[in-house]
């Protein structure tokens, strides 16, 4: 359990705004009057080291934010909890269970079932392998804790970038209810409740529901249908979470919770950033009379480009359907000497997902939001642990296991205009510019009604994937005080791994499409040299005619893989309190993320150019990591200011890297990879009553050393000519920051005021895997705030809130637009939005 024991702020904003904000509220008051009643900052209690210890003692680099800064902050999940993070990133793709998220710099890459987080998150002791199944309202939030840099000695495997930890209110003894409800733009509506208290002598419980429904943050544009949504990025969802603990003895708790979460939302539409050479082939294909098209229509935006105008294109229904629910089990037993913990656990979560993956108002290619696009991950798991005190040594031992299955299903299918589409960006090809394409340049290709290469809703790839994965683990982790101030911590965890993976590759049509095109003359183009004005018709014709999904070498077959390993994690930190206010620590720890399979079809070669030869092998090896970091934690000014910070140096062997070409995913190793920087973060309990202040800044220079294998991947590559500006990894700002400002004042006996005030920094990074220059990212800061009245005992508040307040603009993902040769579409993130909240509770 976490517990903290004090409410109070943390910087979360520039030095500018909060000195300024500061100014403000200090305005007419003296701080030398008030220095006299200046509160004190107590503990924090974190159990980073899976022990209730003070921040200040814990030999590791660690922000825990509190209940009322996360409601502040307005963070109800782990997407919007960057926003009080520095070095912390999360993004979503495809859908909002495609959710990853990076502590400085490091992170998974790419939206791949197959591929498992480099940043655990565990929710009430519970570990989701997969940070997608954490995202969702979280109910009533008592702590968050981030720890940073690998924690795979106490948290196992898939956690060598850090741990979001994550902590919910138990119940309680004491009768309470509270509600809450917001109104904001977007026609935005939420509401949620909780109840809780005693049932009976030695058992409690606590219930809590909420709701949310908001219009899309996209405007679309149909097409030509058959999508009659005008708006996309929408919420729709409710989630129900309950805890029953019974307490039979001072020495015996056994806590069990539920819950249900469901979405039936319209996510994620995308938008153009960037054109390719053949953006006009789509546009002329919306006239066309064959395919339902009209005189003017419009299938893509046209440049100047403005993707912050939120108008994207999609004559595809986009649907998500996310149904999460699990129950665990948590026995803490004091036995004396010794503390038993044990914690049991089953999960499962679904999505069944629909896009226009071409994002245009043709009807290039279908995902329909069936059974045949969905993704379920079942997950049992266990751990146990002992822990206790025997003189110096705080020792600690356990055990974890867990079973997971994942199946994915994948279903993509030419659409009505995809003949027509891929015909007229060949003949583009040779095409002077200023004319249309000719879309039956191609010998023995008709390309339109009645004569179809490829079938629509048929012609493409309905695969389907089985991975199981059983995972068990021994660690321990021991602390001995050396002499007074000194101590030495040292931890070990092995743990085996075992995976299958059964895939399973179907073509409806048998690969007729590809193969009709190669068997038509067409088919000399692929001889001719590539000093021929036909040469590249022949290479798009043929390069997305038999693309992986309509490759017919792919259907019917299956295969089975599996992989065996076993890794020995470790750690070893030395501390010493120089004084009760002083410690400093250095430390060394290793981690890894397990290897595993390629869920996707991949040929021997990418690019729109690549192979036809499937590559069958779809394993890719572990990750692995060795840390090292030098830190201080501190309390100043007669314990009015706390300042921690450290140095850090993290080096990746075979980092896993996920990169999608416009035409399928392929997973590689790069080589080498380092994260290496320096953090701080402070917060000061100021001299005026009520004020304080909080902040923290990340340097992360997380650069790639050495690509190996992966290198051909990156830009400039077969997508691109441009050249990437930097081996900065994706996603790794050099510089994170956050600062608040937070503000409470009694107004007369029955009213208190409240105000908080914070922003987020990041400076410029690249948000494509490949590292194009087109899918940069730009500084940005975030700013959010909140007032409020409300009663002193907090019985009733009302408050106004905004976020993104100055409506900045800016990239969650650039990626390769598919079948849309060097063009780049991007999923955005979130725009300005703002509120009112009231909230009771007796």
């Not at 539409?269 to 960037?274: P, S």
């Not at 299955?405 to 994948?410: F, G, R």
């Not at 993976?501 to 692929?526: I, K, T």
């Not at 572990?622 to 970091?629: I, N």
Request: proline content about 5%; hydrophobic content about 35%.
């Amino acid at each position: 359990m976490t517990i903290r024991r004090l409410r109070h702020g943390r910087l979360r904003q520039d030095v500018v705004l909060v000195l300024a904000m500061s100014g403000a509220l200090v305005a007419g008051s003296s701080w030398a009057q008030q220095a006299a009643n200046q509160q004190v900052l107590t503990e924090i209690i974190v159990t980073a080291q899976k022990r209730e210890q003070n921040i200040q003692d814990v030999p590791i680099s660690v922000i825990a934010l509190s209940a009322q800064q996360l409601r502040d902050g307005g963070v109800t999940d782990i997407k919007n909890l960057q926003a009080l993070t520095p070095g912390l990133t999360v993004t979503s793709t495809t859908s909002e269970n495609v959710t990853t998220a990076r502590i400085r710099g490091i992170g998974t890459v790419g939206d791949n079932p197959g591929l498992e987080s480099s940043v655990g998150v565990v929710i009430d002791g519970v570990y989701r392998p997969r940070n997608g199944v954490g995202f969702g309202d979280l109910g009533e939030i008592e702590q968050i804790e981030i720890l940073e840099g690998p924690q795979g000695e106490l948290f196992g495997k898939n956690n060598d970038a850090g741990v979001i930890s994550i902590v919910t209110k138990r119940p309680s003894t004491t009768f309470g209810v509270t509600a809450e409800a917001t109104g904001g733009n977007y026609n935005d509506r939420e509401i949620n409740a909780s109840v809780t208290g005693p049932l009976g002598d030695i058992s409690a419980a606590r219930f809590y529901a909420g709701y949310q429904k908001r219009d899309g943050f996209l405007n679309i544009n149909t097409g030509l249908g058959p999508n009659t949504d005008n708006r996309t990025d929408n919420r729709n969802m409710y989630t129900m979470r309950g805890q029953y603990l019974v307490t039979p003895s001072d020495a015996v708790n056994f806590l069990v919770i539920a819950d249900y979460s469901k979405r039936n939302e319209s996510c994620c539409g995308a938008v153009q950033v960037a054109d390719g050479p053949f953006a006009g082939v789509a546009d002329a294909l919306a006239s066309v009379p064959a395919l339902g098209g009209r005189t003017g229509a419009v299938a893509e935006a046209s440049p100047p480009l403005s993707p912050f105008n939120r108008q994207a294109y999609a004559n595809y229904p986009i649907t998500q359907q996310i149904r999460d629910t699990g129950i665990s089990g948590e026995l803490d037993w004091d036995l004396g000497p010794a503390k038993l913990t044990s914690i049991t656990a089953w999960r499962d979560n679904t999505i069944i997902s629909g896009n226009d993956v071409d994002y245009t108002g043709i009807d290039i290619l279908q995902q329909p939001g069936t059974e045949g696009n969905q993704t379920d991950f079942k997950q049992a798991s266990e751990e146990i642990r002992l822990a206790g005190k025997s003189g110096p040594l705080d020792w600690l031992v356990g055990g974890f296991f867990s079973s997971e299955i994942l199946t994915s299903n994948t279903a993509i299918y030419a659409g009505n205009a995809w003949d027509l589409y891929i015909s007229g960006l060949a003949s583009a090809t040779a095409t002077p510019p200023g004319l249309p394409p000719n879309f039956l340049l191609i010998p023995g290709f008709t390309g339109q009604p009645p004569g179809r290469t490829f079938i629509p809703g048929v012609s493409g790839e309905a695969d389907f994937y089985h991975q199981t994965s059983k995972s068990y683990a021994f660690f321990t982790n021991e602390t001995y005080n050396i002499t007074q101030g000194l101590d030495l911590t040292a931890g070990l965890r092995y743990t085996s791994e075992k995976k299958t993976a059964d895939s399973n590759y179907v073509n409806p049509d048998g690969g007729s499409g590809c193969g009709r095109l190669l068997a038509s003359p067409g088919a000399a183009l692929l001889g001719l040299p590539p000093t021929s004005p036909l040469y590249n018709e022949g290479q798009f014709l043929f390069g997305y005619g038999c693309a992986t999904l309509f490759n017919p070498f792919f259907g019917g077959h299956s295969t089975s893989q599996s992989l065996s390993e076993g890794n020995v994690s470790g750690t070893v930190k030395l501390s010493y309190r120089f004084t009760d206010d002083l410690m400093t620590y250095v430390s060394w720890a290793n981690g890894y993320k397990a290897g595993g399979f390629n869920l996707a079809r991949t040929t021997s070669a990418t690019g729109p150019m690549g192979a036809l030869t499937p590559n069958f092998d779809t394993e890719f090896p572990r990750e692995t990591v060795q840390s090292y970091e030098v830190g201080i934690k501190s309390m100043l000014a007669n314990r009015t200011v706390r300042l921690n910070a450290s140095v850090f140096d993290q080096k990746y062997t075979n980092f896993q890297l996920n990169t999608y070409t416009g035409i399928q995913f392929v997973v590689s190793s790069i080589r080498k990879v380092e994260s290496k920087g320096a953090e701080f973060d402070t917060t000061w309990s100021t001299p005026l009553s009520g004020l304080s202040l909080s902040g923290g800044v990340t340097y992360a220079f997380t650069n790639i050393t050495d690509f190996g294998a992966s290198l051909p991947l990156f830009a400039p590559n077969l997508a691109t000519t441009l050249s990437r500006l930097n081996d900065r990894l994706s996603f790794a700002p050099l510089w994170s920051g956050v600062a608040a400002a937070t503000y409470t004042a009694p107004i007369s006996s029955s009213l208190e005021f409240h105000a908080n005030v914070n922003e987020k920094y990041n400076s410029s990074y690249n948000t494509g895997s490949d590292l194009d220059p087109r899918k940069l990212q730009g500084a940005y800061g975030l700013l959010n705030a909140r007032l409020g009245l409300g009663s002193p005992d907090g019985k009733w508040t009302v408050e106004i809130w905004g976020a993104n307040i100055a409506n900045k603009g800016y990239y969650q993902v650039g990626f390769d637009a598919p079948i849309q040769y060097n063009q780049i579409d991007a999923f955005l993130a979130d725009p300005r939005t703002f509120g009112i909240t009231a909230r009771t509770k007796f």
